[in-house]
């Protein structure tokens, strides 16, 4: 597996070995003890999730004030632009984002530890999301702080893919400035 560190220093971005040849291909989309070998961490994950949206479909950007959920994302198909921003008060990262293209084609992953904020669009058609998280889905802590925060200021890759405004849920659209965010 390989690591590249991103500007959000304990983000990463994995590229997970993939075996291929005429038939297809074979690739171990988790392996606990390689994980920590490559990361240096131990990761206990709880959960695991799988989300299908369709082209334009922005989530995000969540996350959760008690139970912060660490997670590790990919995209089994489709194109999505994911993105993590950095909310814990005390990081020298705090306010930054870092976005990574994942794809079906690819086959990165991303890591964000707890405490970030997350969120993704889909460029593709379609997109199957799915990502292993470190604790519980706990709807009354979760928040949401706007996709369109000019003070985080995310290069959404929108127009380069035709998409002139993203489709937002209710939850989405009421997202906050994160200078008005509940933080922990």
């Known amino acids: 597996m390989e690591i590249t560190q991103t500007v959000i220093p304990d983000v990463l971005i994995l590229q997970p070995q993939v075996h ?84 079906a084609d690819n086959q990165r992953q991303f890591w964000l530890p707890p405490g970030l904020a997350h969120g993704f669009v889909v460029l593709s058609d379609s997109a199957d999301f799915l990502y292993k998280t470190t604790d519980y889905y706990a709807p009354r802590f979760e928040r949401c702080i706007a996709w369109n925060d000019p003070a985080i200021g995310i290069d959404w890759p929108l127009a380069a893919h035709g998409i002139d405004a993203p489709l937002l849920s209710d939850k989405d659209r009421a997202g906050v400035p994160l200078a008005d965010a509940e933080l922990a």
């Open 20 to 103: 291929g040849d005429t038939r297809g291909f074979f690739m171990e989309s988790y392996n606990r003890r390689v994980f920590a070998e490559a990361t240096g961490l131990d990761v206990d994950f709880v959960q695991d999730n799988h989300s299908r949206s369709r082209k334009g479909v922005l989530r995000g950007l969540h996350y959760q004030l008690r139970q912060p959920q660490g997670k590790l994302v990919r995209v089994a198909s489709g194109v999505v632009f994911d993105v993590a921003v950095d909310i814990r008060r005390d990081s020298p990262a705090f306010g930054r984002w870092v976005g990574v293209l994942l794809s």
